[in-house]
C-alpha cells in the first residue's frame, strides 16, 4: 500500500499561484511515477502532469503546459505541482497519484486538495 497526502490547495485569484505538495509512504519502492490528476464539478476525473521517479521525466496535459511545472524530492518521497496563471478553468479537486506505469490508470490516489480560482 501507497499513503498519499496532499496539501497547498486554496483560494487564489486568476493570474495568481499555488504549490501543491505531495507525500509518499508505505510500499513506495514500486512507483515508477508520481502526479496529478483533478477533477471540476461536473466533469470527469483528468490527467494533469506526471513525473517519473528515476529519470524526472515530466509529462503535462495540452490545458497547463506552459503554466505548471511538476518536480520531486526523492528523498523527501514528494512531488510538487507549481500552477502559476491560473484560470477559473483550473478550479478543480487535484488528486495526488503514484502510478506503476503511465499506459495504467493510477493505482494509488490521495485524498484530493481543492483549488479554486476566482475570475
Known amino acids: 500500500q501507497v499513503q498519499l497526502v496532499e496539501s497547498g490547495g486554496g483560494l487564489v485569484q486568476a493570474g495568481g499561484s499555488l504549490r501543491l505538495s505531495c507525500v509518499a509512504s508505505?510500499?513506495?519502492?514500486?512507483?515508477?511515477?508520481m502526479g496529478w490528476f483533478r477533477q471540476a464539478p461536473g466533469k470527469e476525473r483528468e490527467f494533469v502532469a506526471d513525473?517519473?521517479?528515476?529519470?524526472?521525466?515530466?509529462y503535462y496535459a495540452d490545458s497547463v503546459k506552459g503554466r505548471f511545472t511538476i518536480s520531486r524530492d526523492n528523498a523527501k518521497n514528494t512531488v510538487y505541482l507549481q500552477m502559476n496563471s491560473l484560470k477559473p478553468e483550473d478550479t478543480a479537486v487535484y488528486y495526488c497519484?503514484?502510478?506503476?506505469?503511465?499506459?495504467?490508470?493510477?493505482?494509488?490516489w490521495g485524498q484530493g486538495t481543492q483549488v479554486t480560482v476566482s475570475s
Open positions: 508505505g510500499r513506495t519502492f514500486g512507483t515508477y511515477a
Open positions: 497519484v503514484s502510478r506503476s506505469t503511465r499506459a495504467s490508470w493510477p493505482r494509488y
Open positions: 513525473i517519473t521517479h528515476s529519470e524526472g521525466d515530466p
